[in-house]
């Protein structure tokens, strides 16, 4: 299983991104969604998860209310981003397991990660 992000990028605080994971491979329309996010200095944090029919979406309370996952394929996950902060500047990624519990705390693929960069 391949996990691939593309977007993200910089923007100013109140802005909107989006970022998009595309999952190719055995088994990948199978896969939970999950998107982690890391600031420097700081640990990997869990932002939110899709499971593989596009249900079970939850959210970090951090996020909840601004970003928004959809899946719009089996193989496409994309997480938008709204009113961003600086605090949510971090690399993210996305990663997969066959099951939303899993890829919530032990996810097994994992993307490479893309910048956001949100500036005040």
């Known amino acids: 299983v391949q996990l691939v992000e593309s977007g993200g990028g910089s923007v100013q605080a109140g802005g909107s991104l989006r970022i998009s994971c595309v999952a190719s491979?055995?088994?990948?329309?199978?896969?939970?969604i999950a998107w982690f996010r890391q600031a420097p200095g700081k640990d990997r944090e869990f932002v939110g998860a899709?499971?593989?029919?596009?249900?079970?979406i939850s959210y970090s309370d951090s996020v909840k209310g601004r970003f928004t996952i959809s899946r719009d394929n089996n193989k496409k996950v994309t997480l938008r981003m709204n009113s961003l902060k600086p605090e949510d500047t971090a690399v993210y990624y996305c990663?997969?397991?066959?099951?939303?519990?899993?890829?919530?705390?032990?996810?097994?693929?994992w993307g490479q990660g893309t910048q956001v960069t949100v500036s005040s």
């Open positions: 990663a997969g397991s066959a099951g939303v519990v899993r890829v919530t705390t032990a996810p097994d693929y």
């Open positions: 491979g055995e088994s990948s329309s199978w896969l939970a």
């Open positions: 899709v499971g593989w029919d596009g249900g079970d």
